[in-house]
C-alpha cells in the first residue's frame, strides 16, 4: 500500500459519511469503464430491442457463417445468430453474477460477524471449517448441489456458487471487524456503555460496508467467470439457455473447423466486462481503503 | 523446548482434525450426488441387470450400507493404505492416482515456480518505476491479462498454435508411445503452463509491488540513502529481503488458487491430471476415486495454509498474541 493511499485510509476514516460525492468526483473514478459496463448491461437487457434474429433459432442452412451483412458476428456450429445470442446471453450472464455475488456476501456477512462475537474457541473452529470448505474444490460441490436442485438453470446455478464462494469474503469480514475491534473510537465507545448493537450500528457497518461492497463487485465478477467456466465445461447451463459460458462451450468445435468468430466474438465481450468490473472495484477498494493486508 | 513440541502437537491436532472434518463432508456430499456406481462399474451391462442381480451387485462392492458404516469401512481401510477400487478404472484407486499425480505435480510446480519468480521481478520492476510510465503500463496490462479467463486464454491458444500455426501440441501430455520423451512432454507443457503464468502472475506481482512500495516509503530507506546507498542496492539489500518471508506466506496461502486453475487447465487441454481425472470421476459417479481426489487436495491446501499460517506467526507476533486474546 502506497503512502497515498494510506492517507485516504485516514481520510475515510475520519470524514463523516456522507460526502460520498465530493469522494466520487476527487477519487479517480473509472469513467470509461463504467460506461463501457453502463451500455453493456443496458444493451443486455434491452436485448429485445436491439436482437436482429431469435438467438435460439438455428439457421440450418447457413451454419458456421463468418461474420457478414445478414449474421454481423456470424454464426456458431448450431446455426444460431452470435450478434443476437451475444445481448440474450449477457443477460443470463450478468444476472447470475450479481445473484450470486448476492447470496455469498449475505452469508459471508452473517457468517465472519457470528465468529468474531463467538467465544475464541468457537471462532477458531467456524474459520477452520470456511478454511476447510475452500479447500474442496467447487466442481464437486457444484455437482453436488445441483443433484439435490435438479436440472441446471439460472438460480440454481446462481445459488451454488453464491453457495460455495462465500469462505474467502467471511475470512476477511472477520478480519476487518477484529481490526475495528481494536480502533479506539470502538474501545471509547465501549468505554463509555455502549452496547454491543451500538457499536455494530455506529462502527462496524459503515466501516464494513466499503470493504464489503469491494467484495461484492469483485464476487460478481469471479461468479461471471464461474458460470462461463462451468458451463464451457458441461458442468454448468445447458446449451439451449444462452449464456455466454454456454456459447464458448460450441468452441471446441468452432475451433477444428477453424471459426474464430465464435470464439473470440464472446471472448471479447466477456472479457471487456469482466475488465471493467475489476477497474470498478480497484476503484472502491483504493478509495475506501479496504486495504491489501487481509490477504 | 518443551513449548516447540506443544506447538508442533497442536498443528498436528489442527491438521488432522481438518482432513477428518474435510472427508466427512466430501464422503457424505459424494454419497448423495448423481450417477450410479453400478453403471460405472457394469456399464451398460448395469442395466440389463435384474433387481436381485442389482442387490446382490449393491453388496458386493459395500452400497448397501448406510452412510455412516460405509465411512466407517472406509477409513479402516484407507488406513491400511486402500482406498477401495476406482468403478470406473476397475484399478486401485492408488494406482489410478500415482499415475496422473506426477503429471499434475509437474504441471502445478512447474506453473508455480514460475510465477513466484516472475511476480516477484515484475513487482521488483513495477516499484523501481513507481507511477512511471513503466510501472502504469505493466499495471494496466497485468489488470488485463489477469481478467482474461483461464479456458477462454486456453482455447485461443490452442487455436493460435496448435490448429492455425501447429508448431505446439493442443492437448494430452505426451504423443503416444512418447511417455518416456523428456522434450516431447515439455512441448505438451509449454501451452498449459503458459495459460496457468499469465493468468495467475498479476495476482502475486501486485501485491509484491504495493509491499515494495510500503518498504521504500519507509524511513530507514530516507537514511540508507542519505548515509550514500544507491536506491537500487536499498532495494536488493534492505526491501527485498524484508518482504520475502511475507511474500512466501502469501504464496502459500495461495496455493489452492493455483491448484484449481491447474485442473481447469487440465480439463480444457484434457491433459492427464488429477484435474480431468476429477472432472471425469465426478461426471461418472467414481465416487471412490473422487473422495481420495479431493482429499490429497484438500490435503495440500490446509498443509499451505498451516504454512503460510506459521510464516506469518513467525514474523508477526501480535497474530499470535491476538489469537491468544491478548489485546482489548
Known amino acids: 500500500m502506497s503512502h497515498r493511499e494510506l492517507f485516504d485510509a485516514e481520510a475515510v476514516s475520519q470524514t463523516a459519511p456522507g460526502s460520498f460525492a465530493k469522494k466520487l468526483a476527487d477519487s479517480g473514478f473509472p469513467v470509461l469503464s463504467a460506461a463501457l459496463l453502463g451500455i453493456i448491461v443496458l444493451l443486455c437487457m434491452g436485448a429485445e430491442l436491439i436482437m436482429t434474429k431469435d438467438p435460439s433459432y438455428m439457421h440450418l442452412e447457413s451454419i458456421h457463417q463468418p461474420p457478414c451483412r445478414e449474421f454481423i458476428f456470424g454464426t456458431d456450429s448450431m446455426g444460431r445468430d452470435i450478434f443476437s445470442a451475444l445481448w440474450y446471453g449477457g443477460r443470463i450472464s450478468v444476472l447470475i453474477g450479481v445473484l450470486s455475488a448476492v447470496i455469498s456476501a449475505l452469508i459471508a456477512v452473517l457468517y465472519g460477524a457470528a465468529a468474531d462475537v463467538a467465544p475464541s474457541g468457537i471462532d477458531t473452529a467456524m474459520m477452520r471449517l470456511a478454511d476447510i470448505l475452500l479447500s474442496i474444490p467447487s466442481l464437486l460441490a457444484v455437482l453436488f448441489l ?150 | 523446548m ?3 513440541v506443544v506447538y508442533a502437537v497442536k498443528k498436528l491436532l489442527i491438521f488432522f482434525a481438518g482432513i477428518f472434518v474435510l472427508s466427512i463432508i466430501v464422503f457424505v456430499m459424494s454419497r ?80 508455480f515456480a514460475l510465477v513466484f519468480i516472475l511476480a516477484l521481478l515484475l513487482g521488483w520492476f513495477c516499484a523501481r518505476f513507481e507511477d512511471r510510465l513503466p510501472d502504469r503500463i505493466l499495471c494496466k496490462t497485468g489488470t488485463f491479462v489477469s481478467c482474461i479467463p483461464e479456458f477462454w486464454l486456453s482455447l485461443v491458444l490452442i487455436f493460435v498454435f496448435a490448429v492455425t500455426l501447429g508448431v505446439l501440441p493442443g492437448g494430452g501430455a505426451y504423443d503416444p508411445g512418447h511417455s518416456g520423451d523428456a522434450l516431447n512432454r515439455l512441448r505438451h507443457l509449454v501451452l498449459p503452463v503458459a495459460v496457468l503464468v499469465m493468468s495467475h502472475f498479476w495476482y502475486y506481482a501486485y501485491p509484491v509491488r504495493n509491499m515494495l512500495l510500503e518498504q521504500t516509503h519507509a524511513d530507514y530507506v530516507l537514511t540508507a540513502k542519505a ?21 512466501i506466506s502469501f504464496m502459500a496461502v495461495s496455493v489452492p488458487h493455483i491448484l484449481s486453475g491447474t485442473y481447469i487447465v487440465e480439463a480444457v487441454f484434457s491433459y492427464p491430471g488429477l484435474g480431468t481425472l476429477a472432472y471425469e470421476s465426478a461426471r ?14 484438500g490435503t495440500a491446501v490446509i498443509l499451505s495454509n498451516m504454512t503460510g499460517q506459521a510464516i506469518m ?16
Not at chain 2, 477401495?84 to 506426477?102: N, P, T
Not at chain 2, 548515509?227 to 518471508?245: D, E, F, Q, R, Y
Not at chain 2, 461418472?284 to 487436495?297: E, F, K, P, Q, S
Not at chain 2, 506467526?313 to 482489548?328: C, D, H, M, T, V
Request: aromatic share 8%.
Open chain 2, 284 to 297: 461418472y459417479g467414481d465416487y471412490n476415486l473422487l473422495m481420495v481426489i479431493c482429499l490429497l487436495t
Open chain 2, 227 to 247: 548515509k550514500g546507498m544507491s536506491s537500487g542496492a536499498v532495494m536488493l539489500k534492505h526491501c527485498i529481503p524484508n518482504i520475502i518471508p511475507s511474500y
Open chain 2, 32 to 111: 448423495i450426488a448423481p450417477g450410479d456406481p453400478l453403471v460405472s462399474y457394469y456399464g451398460d451391462r448395469a442395466e440389463k441387470m435384474s433387481a436381485s442381480e442389482k442387490a446382490a451387485a449393491r453388496e458386493r462392492l459395500g452400497l448397501d450400507s448406510s452412510v455412516y458404516i460405509q465411512y466407517i469401512r472406509w477409513v479402516g481401510n484407507a488406513a491400511r493404505g486402500n482406498f477401495g477400487i476406482s468403478y470406473k478404472y476397475r484399478q486401485d484407486v492408488s494406482e489410478v492416482i500415482s499415475r496422473r499425480l506426477g503429471n499434475t505435480l509437474m504441471l502445478g510446480g512447474i506453473s
Open chain 2, 2 to 4: 518443551k513449548s516447540a
Open chain 1, 146 to 295: 445441483q443433484a439435490i436442485l435438479g436440472r441446471a438453470d439460472v438460480l440454481s446455478l446462481s445459488f451454488v456458487i453464491g453457495v460455495t464462494s462465500w469462505p474467502a469474503i467471511a475470512k476477511v469480514v472477520r478480519s476487518e471487524v477484529r481490526r475495528l475491534q481494536s480502533c479506539e473510537y470502538v474501545i471509547a465507545s465501549r468505554c463509555m456503555g455502549g452496547g454491543f448493537f451500538h457499536i455494530l450500528k455506529m462502527h462496524f457497518l459503515p466501516n464494513l460496508l466499503p470493504t464489503v461492497m469491494f467484495m461484492v463487485v469483485m464476487n460478481i465478477r469471479g461468479a461471471i467467470v464461474a458460470e462461463s467456466t462451468l458451463s464451457f465445461l458441461g458442468l454448468g447451463l445447458p446449451l439451449d439457455v444462452i449464456s455466454w459460458g454456454s456459447m464458448l462451450s460450441l468452441a471446441e468445435k468452432s475451433l477444428l473447423a477453424s471459426g474464430w468468430w465464435a470464439i473470440v466474438i464472446p471472448g471479447v465481450f466477456l472479457i471487456t466486462l469482466l475488465m471493467c468490473i475489476t477497474n470498478i472495484g480497484n476503484w472502491l477498494r483504493k478509495s475506501f481503503s479496504a486495504g491489501e493486508n487481509n490477504v
Open chain 2, 313 to 328: 506467526e513467525k514474523i508477526n507476533p501480535a497474530i499470535s498474541a491476538q489469537k491468544r486474546g491478548e489485546n482489548l
